[in-house]
């Protein structure tokens, strides 16, 4: 097989960038290691920022997202006794939007559908070769056991932080930064309409909790717990029961109300960021690259931002002949990654409860500061809704 641009892995990156290639008249093969069923209901993130949701909008994706998604001014910051709404669109003039990773997956892969793009998915045994060369390639077995061979101009790393792109730049041009936390989340997903309007972010004691939600009628929460925990030691109802504590079930009539879970899954939480993102005709995009706490909510943002950066710079490099925005793309996107990771990062501190009494005082005088300052509370709203693709 031959095509223009090699994309590995069919997550919301490889997808994104297959629709940005086709806009522009790039032909891609898109490989995929799980199946499409399997991709397709990964539960994962839920917020899109005003720049995805624009670029979303742009390229014909976002009509359903406008029609079914919800779009949130803002969201709750809470401690024991105290809850503020943070109101983004009048501190920086930008909102966010509710709609999870599944539906913007369920929408990529339609348009794909409508395009005629090439899949491979259920693929086994995906190797990089050559990659900085002129002719890099890949080589897979496919879906019936068949061994392939897909020779591309460039090969675009999006295969998530477990895929075998980053390793294909070589150890000794590569740097990777990253943070272990000292603590995981427990994520459910339930048949129970959301007991808040917008997103309740709580620091408490106990650990830390967060309210989201997929749609009218299906919930999503989390909460704080050890690193290795067995989710067989969290029943429906002790989860249901650290939910209604931390989140403040009781205070000021504010009612928590539980339902049937339908999922349940425990986070490791972590920060990477591998440099650079490029290496000869290898280019990596989203969480291949980088890896955010989910505290901030960046990473589907981030992975988004990635490619609305490289689509352009491979056109210019396949159809213009100019190598100036392809050899600039690691910097530019590590510009946005830094910062995101910062965010995400600071946002994760604040809000998880450690074993130092003194970090939990620090919490909650920087937890007052945001909520009370509007010059804090714009900082933490301009990173949360998205700072500009062009940052
Ligand atoms: P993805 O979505 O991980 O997609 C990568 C794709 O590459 C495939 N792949 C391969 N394909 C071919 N050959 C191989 N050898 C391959 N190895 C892997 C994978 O099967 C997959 O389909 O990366 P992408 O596109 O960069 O998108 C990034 C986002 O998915 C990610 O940042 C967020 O979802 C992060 N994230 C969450 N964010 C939130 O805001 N809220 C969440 O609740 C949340 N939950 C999560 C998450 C990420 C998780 N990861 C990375 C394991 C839960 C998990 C478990
Ligand atoms: C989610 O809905 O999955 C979600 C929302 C906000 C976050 C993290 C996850 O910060």
């Known amino acids: 097989m031959r095509t223009e641009v090699a994309i590995i892995g069919a997550g919301p990156a490889g997808l994104l960038l297959s629709h940005l290639l086709a806009a522009d008249g790039i032909d891609s093969v898109v490989l995929e290691v799980r199946t499409r069923e399997y991709v397709e209901a990964r539960i994962r993130a839920g917020i899109l920022e005003t720049s995805t949701v624009d670029l979303l909008d742009s390229v014909g994706l976002g009509e359903r997202l406008r029609r079914e998604g919800f779009e949130h001014r803002g969201i709750y910051l809470q401690w024991p006794e105290e ?25 990529l892969g339609k348009a794909r559908d409508a395009d005629g793009q090439q899949f491979c998915y259920a693929i086994t045994d995906t190797e990089l070769h050559d ?12 879906s019936d056991g068949a061994a392939q061979r897909l020779d591309a101009d460039v090969i675009v790393g999006c295969d998530g932080s477990f895929g075998p792109s980053r390793a294909a730049i070589p150890e000794r041009t590569r740097q990777t930064w990253g943070r272990e936390y000292p603590y995981s989340w427990l994520g459910i997903l339930a048949d129970v309409a959301p007991s808040t309007d917008e997103l309740i972010y709580a620091w408490h004691p106990d650990g830390f909790a967060l309210h989201s939600m997929r749609s009218a009628s299906v919930s999503r929460l989390y909460l704080q717990v050890e690193p290795g925990t067995d989710i067989a ?40 960021v591998a440099e650079p993102m490029r290496h000869g005709r290898l280019f990596l995009a989203g969480d291949a690259a980088h890896i955010v706490p989910p505290t901030g909510a960046k990473g589907l943002n981030l992975a988004v931002a990635d490619v609305a950066v490289l689509a352009p710079a491979l056109q210019a490099l396949l159809r213009k002949n100019d190598p100036g925005p392809a050899d600039a793309y ?45 010059a804090a509370a714009a900082g933490l709203a301009e990173n949360y809704a998205g700072l500009p693709l062009e940052l």
């Open 330 to 374: 690691s910097d530019t996107a590590l510009r946005r990654v830094w910062r995101c990771t910062h965010f995400s990062w600071w946002m994760t501190t604040m809000l998880h409860v450690g074993p130092d009494p003194f970090d939990a005082q620090l919490q909650q005088s920087q937890l007052r500061w945001v909520t009370t300052s509007e």
């Open 131 to 142: 990659v900085a060369t002129d002719r890099p390639h890949v080589t897979f077995v496919d």
């Open 233 to 272: 030691q969290w029943s429906d109802d002790r989860i249901w029961d650290a939910l209604a504590v931390r989140l403040g079930h009781g205070q000021d009539g504010w009612q928590l109300t539980p339902g049937p879970i339908t999922d349940k899954s425990v986070l490791p939480m972590r920060s990477v």
């Open 83 to 107: 809850r503020h709404h943070l109101d983004f669109v009048d501190l920086v003039g930008r909102s966010v939007w509710v709609y999870g990773q599944t539906e913007v997956t369920k929408d």
